[in-house]
């Protein structure tokens, strides 16, 4: 035995500590002490060899801290070491004759309870030192070259496990299933068919563990009948709350578009309105869904579901006087989400929105609500074209919003309209997309700094705020450019006064015929506007980059009024319109090269802008159209009397 104050010892004794760190250097430290050391010359330590496997199967019954984590990985470790080919002389040593037989035995002795009576819990904790012994001799493969004869007591071992406990059938699957992996084709073909096959045809059909080893043993079994008939088996793995069962693990990489359309509606659909308890398995299975190198964009709709998308914004909303019971899941599943979309190598641009949209479709201030930034870390990774895209989501959502306004719009404690969140997103996406201001570099001028801000995407953003906000768009077409033919000369193209495209954007937008953009949408974007003019002008070092976006602005308005847009005029008269046309012209004449020009220009279009509004509530209007109605009617009949 070796000296009790030597570092081989210590080293036994930190398997147990807590720290992953600390075990794993410490099991690297055993195993080079009894292997790593060996040389021709030097004397093999078998006394040191023969402790070691002693105590290591002693310390997988042990329930002291993480003591079955740290003996069992080293166990696997010292196993596939001992049992190598390099090592036979050692092996021959410890194990005479048939060493896997001897080790069997070795396993049973060590790991059986006494005869004497101990407690229930020191009989668990014998039989969990039995199962861990079981997974390591799988995990080790020191089976790849045993025949079926050999094979057959490691795994009727793992049987009789099963058979003990209720319990104990998820883990003891687990060991039948890494013994047999370990084995050869041939070898495991001879015990699929003889022993596991009357295993299964003996087990009861309420364990969803036999399913496991079903999809081992044949994964090509697994079909849309499979799946019917598993229902109920699936569903009762929720009873691992908080926990993942074994099988998700196993059938999640069999799962073909199809097969994970059932899965969502058979299985977990019913789920996301049931227990916390069975909510709990939908949010569980998001990372490992996600994170699959299998799963391309088409499949997300299939993952992140309205219900499923639903049920993570209600569970990771914090609420200080009613947390919900799973915040704690709810919060970690984000987290691991996030991890996944700004790493994982196979996550493609069309993943990354795609599941950006599904989850602002549950809520447009999904990170506000859940106080995470998963949504603007993410698409601070997008490239133009996924910048383009996400907007272009947003417009749509804005149109199916427009639609049905109530389900768009957030009410204050008056009644009125306090915030449309597709809007609020649409104004987060530009001042997130909208290059960061650079201050000078040492020794240089501020005036060189920076180029414009406005970005073809900020730009798309900031003119369909203007046009949506400010203009009745319904007459607005996109031109179409005709050529005037003439005799023997080839046609000339008209000259067509260009429109902007936010514009035409706008009346695609507009749902009903005769539709209008509603007041409530209107004056949103109309701060949402002028919130980003100040975005775009007050934090900019250079005063003609100013220019350049309030020029910009009074361009939009012209192209607007141009294909067809009406002003909102509300209290505006036709002097105070004539002045904005005089302040344009003579703005335009401004030289950028002279300071004191370009900054009375800025303050006279900005002057200007201040006339655009978005209008009257019409809404109020009619209701007070009727209120007149009804009064002058009630008028009439008191006359008549």
């Known amino acids: 035995m070796p000296s009790s104050t030597s570092p081989f010892l210590d080293a036994f004794w930190n398997l147990s500590d807590d720290d992953n760190q600390v075990r794993a250097k410490s099991g690297h430290a055993i195993i080079a002490h009894c292997f790593a050391t060996q040389t021709p010359e030097a004397t093999p330590p078998l006394e040191d060899i023969r402790y070691a496997l002693e105590r290591l ?19 696997t470790l010292f196993l596939s070491s001992l049992y190598d080919p390099s090592n036979s002389p050692l092996l021959d040593h410890v194990f005479p004759d048939d060493p896997l037989m001897a080790l069997l035995a070795t396993i049973t002795t060590i790991t059986s309870p006494p005869q004497s009576a101990i407690k229930g819990s020191e009989q668990r904790d014998f039989q969990f030192g039995h199962l861990f012994t079981l997974l390591a001799v799988g995990r080790s493969r020191i089976l790849a070259a045993a025949d079926a004869d050999t094979a057959k007591p490691f795994v009727d071992t793992a049987i009789a496990l099963y058979n003990s406990k209720k319990w104990m059938r998820e883990s003891a699957v687990s060991a039948i299933v890494g013994l047999y992996e370990s084995l050869s084709k041939s070898t495991a073909a001879e015990m699929q068919k003889t022993v596991l096959a009357l295993f299964i045809a003996g087990a009861t059909n309420d364990d969803p563990s036999l399913l496991t080893l079903k999809l081992a043993l044949s994964p090509q079994s697994l079909s849309p ?3 019917s008939q598993s229902t109920a088996l699936l569903t009762s793995t929720t009873s691992c709350f908080p926990r993942l069962h074994s099988i998700w693990p196993t059938i999640l990489p069999l799962l073909t578009p199809g097969l994970l359309a059932q899965i969502q509606t058979e299985v977990l659909a019913p789920l996301t309105t049931s227990t916390n308890e069975r909510k709990a398995l939908p949010l569980l299975l998001l990372p490992p869904l ?8 088409a499949h997300i709709p299939n993952i ?5 998308t639903r049920l993570l914004l209600n569970a990771a909303t914090k609420d200080t006087k009613n947390p919900h019971t799973l915040h704690s899941l709810a919060t970690q599943t984000l987290k691991e989400l996030k991890s996944i979309l700004t790493t994982s190598s196979h996550i493609t641009p069309e993943i990354r929105l795609t599941v950006i949209a599904a989850l602002l479709k549950a809520d447009a201030k999904f990170d506000a609500k859940t106080r995470t930034d998963i949504v603007a870390t993410v698409l601070g990774g997008l490239t133009t074209a996924g910048q383009h895209q996400y907007v272009d989501f947003l417009l749509t959502q804005l149109q199916t919003s427009m639609s049905d306004s109530s389900s768009d719009t957030r009410k204050d404690s008056k009644g009125k309209t306090a915030s449309t969140p597709t809007v609020d997103a649409l104004l987060a996406a530009a001042r997130l ?20 801000r406005l970005t073809p995407v900020v730009d798309k953003i900031y003119s369909f705020f203007m046009a949506a906000a400010f203009f009745d768009c319904r007459e607005v077409v996109k031109p179409v450019v005709k050529a005037t033919p003439k005799k023997g000369k080839k046609g000339k193209k008209e000259a067509v006064a260009p429109v902007s495209d936010s514009a035409i954007i706008t009346n695609a937008l507009l749902v009903g015929e005769g539709a209008t953009v509603p007041y409530q949408y209107r004056s949103a974007m109309s701060s949402a506007f002028f919130s980003l003019l100040s975005d775009l002008t007050v934090s900019c070092y250079q005063t003609a980059t100013s220019f350049d976006v309030m020029r910009r602005s009074h361009k939009m308005w012209l192209e607007v009024e141009q294909g067809g847009g009406t002003l909102w005029r509300g209290e505006l008269g036709e002097d105070c319109m004539q002045a904005r046309v005089q302040v344009s012209e003579v703005c335009e004449g401004a030289k950028s090269d002279v300071k004191g020009s370009i900054g009375v220009a ?9 006339l655009l509004n978005e209008g009257a509530d019409e809404g109020e209007g009619q209701l007070a159209k009727l209120l007149d109605e009804e009064v002058r009617a009630r008028a009439t009949r008191a006359c008549a009397c």
């Open 290 to 297: 996600l994170s699959s190198p299998n799963t391309q964009a």
């Open 57 to 75: 199967l002693k310390g997988t019954c042990s329930g002291r801290a993480s003591s079955r984590q740290g003996y069992a990985s080293t166990l």
């Open 304 to 308: 992140l579901t309205p219900n499923v």
């Open 602 to 610: 800025n303050l006279a279009m900005g002057l200007s802008l201040q």
């Open 225 to 227: 009948k499979l799946l």
């Open 433 to 452: 997309f909208m290059p960061k201001p650079k201050p000078a570099a040492d020794g240089a001028s501020n005036e060189t700094a920076e180029a414009t």
